[in-house]
């Protein structure tokens, strides 16, 4: 039998190939760009999954080639831009997958963060404005400053501006005027504290928490991604806090099956929701998920999708890392100018590093990186272990510290 994965995310094909067959299946790749997999495809035998090379934004394509696998047994989909097609196909095709109604709301940062308002997850609340500095005013009476405004279908940090005064307010309504938007600018309340990601798992309404990993962002305007580590040591009784929000969250937005990422910020009144992703997280997240717990976590992500409860719900994991496993941590390499990626300098170097350092490239020599402002522009991520998600994330740093994208730049007008 064949499951079809409609995209995916960078990392995570190998473990995904591997986690179909334990299960008996192959797996079938539908992607519109083979070279977003490049490094995991470059892992696997030649002949270990299948790929259609077809236009992914074009559902008719994707149903063409869907209706020509005679034993279609499952469609995943771990990505964002592709989640609410997947749905919508796999409810078409009569594919064990989640309503697609609840998969559009998760899609709506805004609604999603209102959802959790009415339910009394969240003290607060959403306001969607157009953009321009004409909704200033509307903004500072309704939702105050600081706040932050986001696309509502945004993703990679793409579409998200930190204000802190009027002036900076002005400046974001009028870029994000300029800005191609996927969903609808809303405002809301900067949260203060720091960031962190639940990695969940549920079934019909069950929902367990596998652990938090820690995230480190950049200084504004910029906003990106610059590091995670896993598992965080939080103490019992504040694990346990988080346990039972998450839970409520993901209740209330209506996600009761499958893997979530939820980002929320430990405020000094506890966790407050950033945005939830009904999916593994991105980056390194899985591989770190299935290092840490000594468990593929992707053959949940197959029961998932064949409609079986996971056994990894039913597996002890409330002690990650487990008793030989390691906490991990990333972190992701960017060039310090825009331009032509070359290559990299240091990268035969981190053999020298401690914590079994390895190097996971995003891009190749010849890729052209145009922006630095959120994830587009990294070059690749350093992975690291220790016996602490602190000191992983202290291997990692100072391992990727020392690798040096080189650059052609941008010529001149």
């Not at 972190?331 to 390895?358: F, I, K, R």
Request: hydrophobic share 45%.
């Amino acid at each position: 039998m064949t499951i079809a994965s409609l995209e995916s995310l960078s990392f995570g094909i190998a473990r995904t190939v591997e986690a179909a067959a334990a299960r008996g299946h192959r797996l079938l790749l539908l992607t519109s760009d083979r070279s977003v997999y490049r490094h995991e495809l470059a892992e696997l035998p030649a002949d270990a999954l299948d790929i259609a090379d077809v236009d992914t934004t074009d559902q008719d394509a994707v149903r063409r080639v869907l209706s020509g696998v005679p034993d279609l047994a499952g469609l995943i989909n771990t990505t964002d831009t592709w989640s609410t097609p997947a749905a919508e196909l796999a409810a078409e095709y009569g594919l064990p997958g989640p309503d697609p109604a609840a998969v559009r709301l998760l899609r709506d940062k805004s609604e999603v963060r209102r959802a959790l308002h009415r339910a009394g997850v969240s003290g607060r609340t959403a306001l969607t404005v157009e953009a321009g500095p004409d909704s200033a005013e509307r903004v500072i009476e309704e939702i105050g400053l600081p706040a932050v405004l986001k696309d509502s279908s945004g993703t990679s940090s793409r579409g998200v501006w930190i204000v802190r005064d009027a002036e900076a307010l002005h400046t974001a309504l009028t870029e994000a005027a300029g800005a191609v938007l996927k969903g609808r600018l809303f405002a809301e309340p900067f949260l203060a504290g720091p960031l962190y990601s639940a990695e969940t798992l549920s079934w019909a309404g069950e929902t367990r928490l596998l652990g938090v990993s820690s995230r480190l962002t950049s200084r504004t305007p910029a906003v990106r991604e610059e590091g995670a580590a896993f598992p965080v040591a939080l103490p019992d009784g504040e694990r346990d806090g988080v346990a039972r929000w998450v839970g409520a969250a993901l209740a209330a937005a209506g996600h009761d099956q499958g893997f979530a990422h939820v980002e929320f910020v430990l405020t000094a009144d506890g966790p407050e929701l950033v945005e939830i992703n009904r999916r593994i997280g991105g980056a390194l997240i899985g591989e770190a998920l299935c290092r840490s717990l000594r468990v593929n976590v992707y053959e949940a992500l197959i029961d998932v999708t064949l409609g079986r409860r996971p056994a990894l719900l039913d597996t002890d994991t409330d002690t990650a890392p487990a008793a030989d496993g390691p906490a991990v941590a990333f972190v992701l390499v960017y060039p310090e100018q825009p331009g032509t990626l070359n290559g990299w300098d240091g990268l035969d170097g981190l053999d020298a590093y401690p914590g079994s350092v390895q190097w996971y490239p995003v891009r190749a020599a010849g890729d052209a990186v145009p922006d630095l402002g959120d994830q587009r522009g990294c070059t690749g991520m350093v992975l690291a272990e220790a016996a602490t998600a602190e000191l992983a994330q202290h291997r990692a740093w100072s391992a990727a510290t020392s690798v040096r994208p080189v650059m052609k730049a941008v010529a001149g007008p």
